[in-house]
């Protein structure tokens, strides 16, 4: 998540390209929003689906191990009918998976958190962008903290929180998207033509 915000945050220097992210990212927070029960239906299958694969993946991998003769195969063995077995519980029974999703919300959210934090210090960015990728990460990483010490707040709340997070970041990067082509088009930055073929200096032709 901490490099979803620096992308979302970085218009560089075609502001045009960076509206597209933040346009998601209101799409995205909106939905959440909104929808947060169809929302986490369609993340937990989203995540069994991840599961069956990585799960499938691991196992192609202790079988290459294996046949090398070393016994370090057990090992993605494990973890790969570790991630089936939750691919699968996620898509027969999603009930389950969703009553420890508080937890692994508020997990996530204090790594990703404080992740992204740390990411928009180290990055070259303006100040405005800096405070702001900085100021989510941060109350994201609250968010997963009220989250453990909380058990009673429903990852429906949860989801509907980082709805409007991502919804206010999204407009706030938007905002700042429109402005930059606002200034760019006041100043004439726009696409100028190019110099005609006879008034470049070319040699004559034979």
Partial sequence: MASFWMIISDTGNSPAAGALPALAAVLLGALLFFFPGPSLRILIYLAGALALLLGIVLLLLAWLIARGGTPAFAVP??????????????????????????????????????????????????????????????LVAIIGILTLFHP???????????????????????????????????RGDGWQEGPLPEELDLPPRN
């Fill in 152 to 186: 009673r707040l429903s990852v429906t709340v949860i989801l509907q929180l980082l709805g409007l997070l991502l919804m206010g970041t999204g407009a706030v990067l938007l905002a700042e998207v429109l402005t930059l082509l606002w200034r760019g088009r006041s």
């Fill in 77 to 138: 063995a494990i973890l790969g009918i570790s991630a089936i077995a939750f691919g699968l519980v996620s898509w027969a029974n999603p009930g389950i998976i969703g009553a420890f999703m508080a937890v692994i919300f508020g997990f996530a959210c204090i790594l990703c958190g404080l992740g992204a934090a740390f990411a928009a210090l180290l990055h070259a960015s303006s100040p405005i962008r800096r405070v702001l990728i900085t100021t989510g990460g941060i």
